[in-house]
């Protein structure tokens, strides 16, 4: 899949897991932080982060300090799902 | 004595912010789901997160806080809670073979998670129970409540009935024969004549205390029953009005819960039958449906009318021979099992 594409997609899912109402896919930019000040995500949506990588593309993070180099940007995120992912 | 200061009410009929029962609002294949209003004083991200009930009581529950003394706790009564929430958790548990599992459902599950999530908004950190006895949860918290105020009038609680529909328990009461087979309006609900009932969800909020002052209405009595015999419920209805001191000659309207379900018509006539004729007679199921904590939108409606507010033609069973509305009877029962009885007056 085209990194592109596979940004599509993962901005679809994590406005879809996390329900995202008012939140837009196209509105999520690449290199916007996702916790904090951009998406303002907090530590729920991280496990709920986690178990979209589970079930979608099939990658298991046991690590909790993996997950902090992992979900810092849609950028950071899609790199590491190319490199690991079983789906 | 137990006195309503506020109510506040999320249904599926106009009954949040500008109150206009004169319109009803139709059921859709045998459900009636509340009418939701945008939550403005729910931050998103944590409406985002909320299952349906905890949307209703929360949203039904916030208004009431605005301005009022501190809670000394919040007593709610909920059979189901988040089902929604719960059984998609559940559902999950299997798929994924116990593996890795979405949080937010399971917190949302729990049915504590609205009085929870109301004292986490609040800041409240009194008394914060719910209950869940089926069609007498709200019954059961309104006795916790009453019993607080007995023992410290002065403090003020949060109480509040939530129920909502999910798709999977629908399926499982259907298949019980609790709703009807064939679609039936919320219109024509009285005159079916089939077994079964039409589905409903809402939250009603109170603010409680001990206090008269400015209150909407007074919780009187309350009493409870569980059986499934005619005669025992005409029994505990005579013991209730006997021992509550409760003059009938002096009740202006019965409020019944009639669901439509012939089934349970022979429990509702055994109560209008032991009351005088002048009594005028209102139902409200048709307006919500039937859910395990509905009689909490019956004491919600019984603080509406003790406003001076009239009933629309809809909800009248019978005219009444007084044109007040400040003494209120109101009969609940739950599957034919779970009956209730409160009186209520201005």
């Known amino acids: ?87 | 004595m137990l006195y309503i200061h506020k109510a506040s009410c999320i249904s599926p009929q106009n009954t949040f912010n500008n109150v206009d029962l004169s319109i009803l609002m139709p059921s859709f294949e045998n459900m009636l789901r509340a009418i939701e209003p945008g939550y403005e004083g729910i931050p998103p991200g944590q409406l985002r997160r909320m299952g349906k009930a905890v949307r209703l009581g929360v949203g039904a529950a916030l208004p009431l806080l605005k301005d009022s003394p501190q809670l000394a706790g919040i007593i709610l009564g909920t059979a189901n809670g988040g089902m929604e929430d719960c059984i998609k958790f559940l559902n999950q548990i299997i798929d994924y073979d116990e593996g890795t599992l979405t949080p937010t459902n399971f917190v949302q599950s729990t049915t504590n998670a609205i009085a929870s999530q109301i004292a986490f908004m609040s800041g409240n950190k009194g008394y914060n129970i719910t209950h869940v006895h089926r069609g007498l949860s709200f019954e059961n918290a309104l006795q916790d409540a009453m019993m607080h105020a007995i023992e410290d009038p002065t403090k003020t609680y949060l109480l509040g009935g939530v129920d909502e529909i999910s798709d999977y328990n629908f399926n499982i009461d259907f298949l019980l024969g609790c709703f009807k087979e064939k679609f039936t309006s919320n219109d024509a609900l009285f005159n079916a004549n089939t077994p079964g009932t039409i589905a409903g969800e809402g939250a009603a909020m109170f603010l409680v205390g001990g206090q008269k002052e400015n209150s909407l209405a007074c919780m009187h009595a309350l009493s409870v029953l569980t059986s499934t015999d005619e005669r025992e419920l005409k029994e505990s209805f005579a013991e209730f009005i006997y021992s509550n001191n409760i003059n009938l000659e002096e009740v202006d309207v019965f409020i019944s819960g009639e669901n439509g379900d012939r089934r349970q018509d022979n429990f509702n006539t055994e109560i209008e039958l032991a009351m005088p004729p002048e009594i005028g007679i209102v139902r409200y199921k048709h307006l919500t449906g039937e859910y395990p904590s509905a009689s909490a939108f019956s004491l919600w409606l019984a603080c509406h009318l003790a406003q001076g507010n009239t009933a629309p033609a809809h909800m009248v069973k019978k005219v009444g021979a007084k044109k007040t509305c400040r003494n209120i009877l109101v009969y609940n029962c739950y599957q034919g099992l779970q009956h209730s009885f409160m009186h209520v007056t201005s």
């Open chain 1, 1 to 87: 899949m085209e990194n592109t594409v596979l940004k599509e997609e993962l901005k679809a899912n994590i406005v879809k897991f996390l329900n995202l109402i008012s939140v837009n896919p196209s509105d999520i930019k690449d290199d916007e932080p996702l916790f904090g000040e951009g998406l303002g995500l907090d530590s729920i949506d991280a496990i709920e982060l986690i178990v979209l990588l589970d079930r979608v593309y099939g990658i298991k993070i046991t690590d909790p300090k993996e997950g902090r180099k992992i979900f810092i940007d849609i950028n950071t995120m899609v790199d590491y799902i190319e490199k690991n992912r079983t789906k």
